[in-house]
């Protein structure tokens, strides 16, 4: 009978464990980013309901279409809250002034898929969120990207005009 030598036999045990361990990583990153699309549509639940299914689909696409994964900060804001933040920065929009009030905007950070540590964008990468691929879908749906207010860019945020 052909039997196969003691060092090949090792090296297939271990290509064998090798390809079941990445297999398990991928199956378990997978899930683990579908909650995390789950999570992030029900943070969007307390807007309006038209700007509801904006922003699902502009996250959702985010989520298949760049290598970014989205982490919501701010979306509906009481009258109080935008008081507080107008206060503590008069950049920030006047209380019942701020498309926030109405439910209208949100705000998110996004980070690199492939980057174990870091890979964040946030309120200042202008470029890198010019270059994410991001603004391209958000004018798809008509959304108005923060990055281009004339006073103060705010590239976390996108609000619906
Ligand atoms: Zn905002």
Excluded at 20 to 32: E, G, M, P, R
Excluded at 100 to 127: E, M, Q, R, S, T
Aim: aromatic share 14%; net charge positive; proline share 3%.
């Amino acid at each position: 009978m052909f039997k196969l030598p003691n060092i090949i036999k090792k090296a297939l045990i271990f290509v064998l464990v090798l390809l079941a361990i990445i297999y398990s990583c991928l199956y378990i990153n997978t899930h683990k980013f579908d909650r995390h699309n789950e999570t992030q549509l029900a943070k969007l639940k307390t807007i309006n309901p038209n700007a509801y299914l904006i922003f699902s689909r502009f996250i959702n696409d985010i989520h298949t279409h760049t290598p970014y994964i989205v982490y919501i900060q701010s979306t509906l804001r009481s009258y109080k809250e935008q008081e507080k933040l107008h206060n503590d920065d008069p950049f920030n929009a006047k209380p019942g002034t701020s498309k926030h009030n109405k439910g209208l905007a949100i705000d998110f950070n996004v980070k690199y898929k492939y980057c174990l540590n870091g890979g964040w964008l946030k309120k200042a990468d202008y470029l890198q969120w010019k270059q994410s691929g991001i603004i391209t879908i958000a004018q798809k749906y008509g959304l108005f990207w923060g990055g281009n207010f004339k006073t103060k860019k705010d590239c976390v945020h996108f609000e619906i005009r």
